[in-house]
């Protein structure tokens, strides 16, 4: 029997990896699994996202001892996407982010090491190693935020890795890059410029459109963190690398070409402080455990705008 709790289940990555494990069989009534998943419903959670999946609702912040205390006992896994999670807002002010991502992962902790939970994973971001102009980071690499945001998820990798030092708790780090699919919240890059472009509204590029981001699609990394949840090592780190590496041109290029657009509906904006150039993982360590990325960006993307295409009520409102 599994029983799987998710904390951040109803954005975008939590969300689909509830899904994720009704669709790999790990949440089969006959089995006794069970999936709880906690979620603040922030702006970014959405509860229609989990439309379909077999799941125990329960609202409520990581930040709160007393409600995990009550919640966290007699799960077998944990796994945190709970966490504020555009750079941009982080500019704009960043209490919210080490508020969540960093007491809030230190809080799920230590609920999660009083009641034995057994396997942790805590899910985190290229965005903490800063900017590489050529060359991939391997987990060794030097933590070197840029961002508040980056900063925030610094944080609670560190805690993460003192829990497993310090106290013995199995939780292991995932570091993934740009993710894209089906349910991103309309702030982030591509469904906000895809569903510009479905109302015929123009896109915000940012500065030169030279900065380089490495796209994987959504159901790849939920892999990714499914392997990990089985096999990694307590206080060990391990790399979700794209599939796609590609200047935000050369995206905007392939979203306009996808929505039937041309250039003239892009403006140029002043870019956005502290711009991160270019995040590029090696992903070597989760492939020797058997991860193989297997949704081709190409295919993924034109999947991706169709749904944006078909589910404007999802994002209109
Ligand atoms: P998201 O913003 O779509 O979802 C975050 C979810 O966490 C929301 O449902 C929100 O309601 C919930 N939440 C926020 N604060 C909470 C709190 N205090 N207690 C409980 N729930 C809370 O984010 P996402 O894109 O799904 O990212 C999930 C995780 O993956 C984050 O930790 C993020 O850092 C990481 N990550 C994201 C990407 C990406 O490209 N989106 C890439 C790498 C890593």
């Given at each position: 029997m599994t029983r799987i709790l998710v904390t951040g289940g109803a954005g975008f990555i939590g969300s689909h990896f509830a899904r994720s494990l009704d669709e790999a069989g790990l949440n089969a009534p006959?089995?006794?699994?069970?999936?709880?998943v906690l979620d603040k419903l922030t702006?970014?959670?959405?509860?229609?996202?989990?439309?379909?999946?077999?799941?125990?609702?329960?609202?409520?912040?990581?930040?709160?001892?007393?409600?995990?205390?009550?919640?966290?006992?007699?799960?077998?896994?944990?796994?945190?996407?709970?966490?504020?999670?555009?750079?941009?807002?982080?500019?704009?002010?960043?209490?919210?982010?080490?508020?969540?991502?960093?007491?809030?992962?230190?809080?799920?902790?230590?609920?999660?090491?009083?009641?034995?939970?057994?396997?942790?994973?805590q899910v985190s971001t290229d965005e903490v190693y800063g900017s590489i102009d050529i060359g991939s980071w391997d987990e060794s690499a030097p933590l070197q935020p840029r961002s508040p945001y980056a900063a925030s998820k610094a944080g609670g990798d560190l805690i993460a890795r003192a829990y497993a030092?310090?106290?013995?708790?199995?939780?292991?780090?995932?570091?993934?890059?740009?993710?894209?699919?089906?349910?991103?919240?309309?702030?982030?890059?591509?469904?906000?410029?895809?569903?510009?472009?479905l109302r015929g509204r123009k896109v915000p590029l940012y500065g030169d459109g030279g900065n380089i981001r490495d796209w994987i699609h959504v159901e790849d990394h939920c892999a990714g963190i499914r392997l990990v949840a089985e096999k990694g090592e307590p206080g060990e780190v391990y790399h979700i690398a794209g599939t796609a590496e590609l200047t935000n041109k050369e995206l905007t290029a392939r979203l306009l070409e996808a929505c039937g657009r041309d250039w003239d509906m892009v403006e140029h904006v002043e870019d956005r402080k502290g711009h991160d150039r270019r995040y590029s993982l090696d992903d070597a360590k989760l492939r020797a455990l058997g991860y193989r990325p297997e949704i081709a960006f190409e295919q993924g993307l034109k999947d991706t705008v169709r749904w944006y295409a078909e589910h404007r009520d999802w994002w209109a409102s």
């Open positions: 006959e089995s006794g699994a069970h999936v709880t702006y970014a959670g959405n509860r229609a996202n989990l439309d379909g999946v077999r799941h125990e609702f329960v609202h409520g912040d990581i930040c709160d001892a007393e409600l995990l205390r009550s919640v966290v006992p007699g799960h077998d896994l944990v796994v945190n996407f709970a966490a504020e999670s555009h750079v941009d807002r982080s500019i704009e002010g960043a209490a919210d982010f080490m508020r969540t991502n960093v007491l809030g992962v230190q809080t799920l902790l230590q609920a999660c090491l009083e009641a034995g939970v057994p396997k942790v994973v030092i310090t106290h013995g708790l199995n939780v292991s780090i995932t570091r993934c890059g740009n993710n894209y699919g089906p349910r991103q919240y309309p702030e982030k890059v591509i469904p906000l410029f895809v569903t510009n472009l």
